[in-house]
């Protein structure tokens, strides 16, 4: 199943060039090359100038994950991060999308119709959606789909049972950015 993931960020006036520099820079090395990436944009905010988001869709969560959790990652987006002073990371599975003159009424399909076309969720998807008791956005490859598999499956009880880390309560972008090393 499709995902979109979200990331809202402060981004102060003096640093908006770099930013947008380096998210130049960026853009196509991951449209190009990363396994899953579908699309990405940068937005700013109408309201405040300082506020940006950055949307992108993904094949499937997992496809993410595992590009997020690599060194080249981290490399790749160090010059993006730096321009960045607030960071919030969202994640969600697309469970609908309507473009413009899509049919409607007796000619749209129905809500199994649509389920059927756009797949059934995995059990790592489930754990993203909020099935499990852990929270959206705050998981590593690993800690999604090994621990938290293992959560969904009674083989752990806890948190500390199924192995998640305290940063993963706060999740990685938003530690990376506390830490200072974002």
């Keep these: ?5 979200v990331f809202l960020i402060r981004v102060p006036a003096e640093r908006r060039e770099d930013f947008l ?13 990363v396994p899953g990436h579908l699309r990405d944009q940068v937005c700013q905010s109408v309201t405040d100038p300082e506020q940006w ?3 992108s869709e ?37 469970r609908a999308e309507t473009e413009a003159g899509a049919p ?17 969720p995995s059990r790592g998807e489930a754990l993203l ?9 705050a998981f ?8 938290g598999e293992a959560h969904l499956r009674g083989e752990a009880s806890s948190r500390e049972e199924a192995g998640i880390s305290p940063e993963a309560e706060v999740g990685p972008a938003a530690a990376a950015v506390a830490r200072g090393s974002a």
Excluded at 21 to 33: M, N, P, T
Excluded at 140 to 147: C, D, G, I, R, T
């Design 140 to 147: 590593s490859k690993e800690e999604a789909f090994s621990s």
């Design 104 to 120: 409607v009424g007796d000619e749209a399909p129905s809500r199994g119709e649509a389920l059927l076309r756009d797949g059934a």
């Design 53 to 55: 988001l950055i949307t």
């Design 58 to 94: 993904w094949r499937r969560v997992a496809d993410f994950l595992a590009w997020e959790a690599t060194e080249e990652h981290r490399e790749l987006v160090r010059p993006m991060r730096e321009c960045v002073t607030e960071a919030r990371s969202l994640r969600f599975l697309i």
């Design 21 to 33: 520099a380096a998210y130049e820079r960026i853009r196509y090395q991951v449209s190009g090359g």
């Design 129 to 137: 959606r909020g099935e499990a008791p852990f929270r959206e956005g």
């Design 1 to 5: 199943m499709r995902a979109r993931i």
